[in-house]
T-cell receptor, first 114, second 112 residues
Framework: SQQGEEDPQALSIQEGENATMNCSYK?????LQWYRQNSGRGLVHLIL?????REKHSGRLRVTLDTSKKSSSLLITASRAADTASYFC??????????????FGKGTLLTVNP | NAGVTQTPKFQVLKTGQSMTLQCAQD?????MYWYRQDPGMGLRLIYY???????DKGEVPNGYNVSRLNKREFSLRLESAAPSQTSVYFC???????????FGQGTRLTVV
């Protein structure tokens, strides 16, 4: 089964509002990452937060990580129509020795209405 | 500045045919991945290669094989394609296995 699970599956908001997406995962991780995918295209990395970090900012993005609850949230402030996309969380898990694998959740489809 | 290049971009196969999806990166990355993306399922990891010379199974490896030909190239082979393998396949690479990944534009595969 997949490691990450995003919530909600779909989110529709008005331009200028904030969007919050959540991610829960199952096992210990080295880091958690968020990606964005515009329709039918490859994924683009947004932000990485390590397991010993609790919060990270990048422009209009704010990510939190709670390892005790195995959950993360992505906040996009002052959303724009151009933010319309699918957003995925991904976890880097140790798969033995110094090997890690990167597994993704099912994603949240964000629609920002002008 | 190519990044991660996947070929082909589109492919239609008949059930039982075989084919190899090619992936190459020019960023000197150690780790490479193959994912499939189906509607409502997000991305599922098929195989990955944490470094040159190693490959490991991901969440959905059945029906696939991989080859890490060299540091640049990581190919995915379908020996006997099935309709259930109709999907969009993404290759990705990363400097190391616990850093950000860079994705190709995908291969849209249809098995009829």
């Amino acid at each position: 089964s997949q490691q990450g699970e995003e919530d909600p599956q779909a989110l529709s908001i008005q331009e200028g509002e904030n969007a919050t997406m959540n991610c829960s995962y199952k096992t210990s991780i080295n880091n958690l990452q968020w990606y964005r995918q515009n329709s039918g295209r490859g994924l683009v990395h947004l932000i990485l937060i390590r397991s010993n970090e609790r919060e990270k900012h990048s422009g209009r993005l704010r990510v939190t990580l709670d390892t005790s609850k195995k959950s993360s949230s992505l906040l996009i402030t002052a959303s724009r129509a151009a933010d319309t996309a699918s957003y995925f969380c991904a976890t880097a898990e140790n798969s033995g020795g110094s090997n890690y694998k990167l597994t993704f959740g099912k994603g949240t489809l964000l629609t920002v209405n002008p | 500045n190519a990044g991660v290049t996947q070929t082909p971009k589109f492919q239609v196969l008949k059930t039982g045919q075989s084919m190899t999806l090619q992936c190459a990166q020019d960023m000197n990355h150690n780790s490479m991945y193959w994912y499939r993306q189906d509607p409502g399922m997000g991305l599922r990891l098929i195989y990955y290669s944490a470094s040159e010379g190693t490959t490991d199974k991901g969440e959905v490896p059945n029906g696939y094989n991989v080859s890490r030909l060299n540091k640049r190239e990581f190919s995915l082979r379908l020996e006997s394609a099935a309709p259930s393998q109709t999907s969009v396949y993404f290759c990705a690479s990363a400097p190391t296995a616990n850093t950000e990944a860079f994705f190709g534009q995908g291969t849209r595969l249809t098995v009829v």
